[in-house]
């Protein structure tokens, strides 16, 4: 599937206008984000009038695994955006319900939305989605040096080089605990670190393969921990503060944020409650068809790098 650079275009306006992001998205980014994906092209619903793009959602497909080898295709759902001037007209209902239609088409069994705290509600409430338990948000401490781990930033020319290919090897290895993960391979995350405008860095352990980046909150830096993947079967999970310790390092930064869930390493520190976060998450479901029981269904692991956040 592919989409034209009009309607990227008309896309980007439309999320441009609503979000104000600070690095504003283009035409080349929409189609990284929407085509280029190793798992499938994205379900794109919308609403359009006169040629202007009133809603927009974006459902990029990852695929889930159980321990007891269910899977499951859902898309992550992001950039659900109404133009101001079109709220109130049903226009986010139809773009919802779009976006479920061309979803259907490609095989996806779900969706598993990140939302922020008006869009959630709305979609439980009036679409009959499932709310999920907010996952954690913790500030770490570094313990140690982190001289364990070697550091990378993820250029184009590194995501290309066969050093890469040495540290993610020919798999990553998903976890056994209860609940569904994302399932990640070594196309998957050269794809995801390879995003324009935007800045990785791939810290690497005997045990780990790290992604971070940094921040600012309050005008206070942090470096963020955006996924935790690992390398081999570990007997138990690693100490988060020696994470915390070689993000602190690279990114000149007293402590660490870390969102999400992940059975490899153990984030420990202060709690930082969902309202004192810049954009709360929230996370709901919906399921395509009935064999997909979604009562049932709860997240292993699942961190930042698994959506778009950063």
């Not at 794109?44 to 695929?63: F, H, M, S, T, W």
């Not at 540290?167 to 995801?192: K, M, N, Q, Y």
């Amino acid at each position: 599937m592919t989409f034209s650079n009009a309607e990227l275009q008309r896309t980007a306006d439309l999320l441009n206008a609503v979000f104000g992001h600070e690095l504003p998205l283009t035409e080349e980014s929409l189609r990284w984000y929407y085509e280029r994906n190793p798992v499938g092209p994205a379900a794109v619903g919308n609403v359009e009038d006169d040629g202007r793009r009133l809603g927009n959602y974006a459902l990029i497909p990852q695929k889930f695994f159980s321990p007891g080898g269910q899977e499951l295709v859902l898309g992550v759902g992001v950039d659900l955006a109404v133009s101001p001037d079109a709220r109130g007209g049903g226009v986010f209902r139809r773009t919802v319900e779009d976006s479920y239609a061309r979803a259907i088409e490609l095989g996806h069994d779900g969706i598993l939305g990140v939302a922020n705290a008006n869009s959630a509600p709305r979609m439980v409430a009036t679409l009959g989605w499932r709310a999920l338990d907010p996952l954690p948000v913790t500030l770490c401490a570094p313990l140690g040096t982190g001289g364990e781990f070697t550091v990378v930033e993820a250029t184009g020319d590194f995501l290309k080089s066969e050093v890469f290919g040495e540290i993610v090897g020919t798999s990553f290895v998903d976890p056994v605990t209860a609940g569904f993960a994302p399932h990640w391979t070594p196309e998957l995350l050269r794809w995801r670190l390879d995003r324009p405008g935007f800045r990785y860095w791939v810290h690497v352990s005997t045990d780990l393969v790290v992604v971070s980046t940094r921040t600012h909150v309050s005008g206070v830096p942090f470096g963020v921990v955006l996924k935790t993947l690992a390398r081999r079967r570990l007997s138990s999970p690693v100490r988060g503060g020696q994470v915390a310790a070689t993000v602190t390092r690279t990114h000149r930064t007293p402590m660490v944020i870390h969102w999400g869930r992940t059975p490899w390493a153990r984030y420990r520190g202060i709690p930082l409650p969902q309202s004192r976060m810049p954009s709360p998450l929230s996370l709901v479901l919906h399921r395509h068809h009935e064999d997909f029981d979604e009562r049932d269904f709860e997240l292993s692991a699942f961190e930042f790098l698994d959506f778009d956040a950063y």
